[in-house]
């Protein structure tokens, strides 16, 4: 944290509204120094301090994507057909991204990520955890440099100017006890001595580039106990805390399978046997027995729920409203990138437990005596950006010493015409078809304006010139 240096010292912004956790302020001033960092976020502007900028509408912090596979964007909109041969589900369409997998280059991810991350960007995310497993040519063959993919990966982050961080991710079988298949090997250290160094590779070209590095286990059907440790010993051996993540039960079968594996459900092994704490993310953790899900919320680790893609994988609903009243923590993620905005995956994880419950309003708390608490666009909101410890820091969006990434709401969008600070969030999230999103702030520079991307037309040529060639 860094002290709020003097009045006028850096650059002032002044809002019609500014939404904090404790209230929104109206006006609200920030004042932010010139690497980006916020130095203070204020009510008014203070004698002889002069706003460089002003604007109408609505600032809210922006939100983190705690889960993405960027190529996997190449891929949305390609799998929607029936299989003939069995019923569809998660492992019919991770043939089609296996496929895909197999063709990616390393200019091509450099071009795909770069329009996810842009999307991501126009859509209210300004930070993404890349969960990134595809390390080695096609065939498994190594690359020149040990980190070429994941540096395509800051780099396409650079051109787009999200906040990135690089969760390099130990894959090594293809389920408990067996051997990768051939369609795997580009994701597979079959050492984690060899993984390490990856991570050791990383460290500093990643913070040459601004990005933050963590570590991630595919699952425990993926990292065997063993290997699971060792990885975990390395990321301890990293100069800076990384921060941990990991798929779990996304479906039943894998649930299973575990189970007969290592003699308990993978929750339930995590908690026994690692120990679950605020430095860990949980992807998905769809199917929880009730002392999993207990034991999760009480862990302090993240569970990131990826509503549009769970949904479109048809893998089950999180058991939300029972975990969130028992205090657990979770983040929102756009991991196949279904959909690449905030307001479509709380959309969808709000509509999802509405159905499951046979109710509206679940997540309300009518306990908390704040009115703000009874809203449902307010409580995903600030729910969802608790999750942003999944990239190691506090919960606190625009406060001292945090980056400024900020999301601009256009005032006159047909979603917010007529709506004041107490319904903007219910109607930006929850209702109409266009997105309201006008301008966005990623680490005190605007990349969105106007509701589009400053690259755009740079950033998607590229993507449809690696779209055909993959698919051309
Ligand atoms: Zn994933």
């Known amino acids: ?191 984690v001595s060899e993984f390490a160094r990856l991570l050791q590779a990383l460290e500093q070209p990643l913070a040459q580039a601004g990005a933050q590095l963590g570590v991630a286990l595919h699952s425990l059907r993926a990292v065997a106990p063993a290997e699971l440790r060792e990885a975990l010993a390395a990321a301890a051996g990293l100069r800076r805390p990384a921060p941990l993540h990991i798929h779990v039960s996304e479906t039943r079968h894998e649930v299973a399978e575990v189970e007969a594996g290592l003699g308990a459900r993978p929750v339930q092994w995590l908690l026994d046997q690692v120990g679950l704490d605020h430095r860990w993310t949980l992807v998905h953790a769809t199917h929880l027995s009730e002392s999993e899900r207990r034991g999760l919320a009480a862990s302090g680790a993240v569970a990131s729920l990826c509503p549009m893609t769970e949904a479109m994988l048809g893998d089950g609903l999180f058991p939300l409203v029972a975990y969130q009243q028992e205090g657990g923590i979770w983040a929102i993620g756009t991991d196949s990138h279904y959909a690449s905005g905030v307001a479509a995956e709380l959309r969808m994880l709000e509509c999802g437990q509405r159905l499951a419950h046979a109710r509206r309003n679940v997540l309300a708390d009518p306990t908390a005596g704040d009115a703000r608490a009874l809203r449902s666009g307010e409580r995903l909101f600030a729910l969802a950006l608790a999750g942003s410890r999944s990239f190691g820091e506090s919960g606190a969006a625009l406060a001292p010493g945090h980056r400024a990434d900020l999301v601009l709401l256009d005032p006159d969008s047909p979603a917010l015409v007529g709506h004041d600070t107490t319904t903007a969030l219910d109607a930006w999230l929850l209702s109409g078809a266009a997105d309201a999103v006008q301008q966005v702030m990623s680490a005190g520079v605007w990349v969105v304006k106007d509701g589009r991307h400053v690259a755009r037309a740079s950033l998607t040529r590229a993507y449809a010139r690696a779209l055909h060639e993959l698919f051309g």
């Open 1 to 191: 944290m860094s002290a709020p240096g003097p009045v006028g010292a850096g650059r002032t912004i002044r809002f019609q509204h500014l939404w904090t956790p404790a209230g929104w302020l109206s006006p609200g001033v920030l004042v932010l120094d010139a690497a980006g960092r916020v130095v203070s976020v204020g009510s008014r502007l203070e004698p002889g301090q002069v706003a460089q900028e002003s604007w109408r509408g609505y600032a809210v912090p922006g939100m983190p994507n705690t889960h993405s596979h960027a190529f996997q964007r190449a891929l949305a909109g390609r799998t929607e057909a029936g299989s003939p041969e069995s019923e569809d589900n998660l492992w019919t369409w991770r043939h089609a991204m296996y496929r895909l997998a197999g063709r990616i280059g390393p200019a091509h991810l450099e071009a795909i990520a770069a329009f996810a991350y842009m999307e991501m960007l126009e859509h209210g995310f300004t930070r993404v955890a890349e969960f990134h497993y595809l390390h080695h040519a096609p065939g498994g063959q190594r690359y020149a440099e040990r980190g070429e993919m994941s540096l395509r990966l800051a780099a396409a982050a650079g051109a787009s100017g999200i906040g990135l961080m690089v969760l390099p991710t130990l894959y090594a079988h293809a389920g408990i006890g067996l051997p990768p298949a051939e369609q795997q090997l580009r994701f597979v250290h079959r050492e």
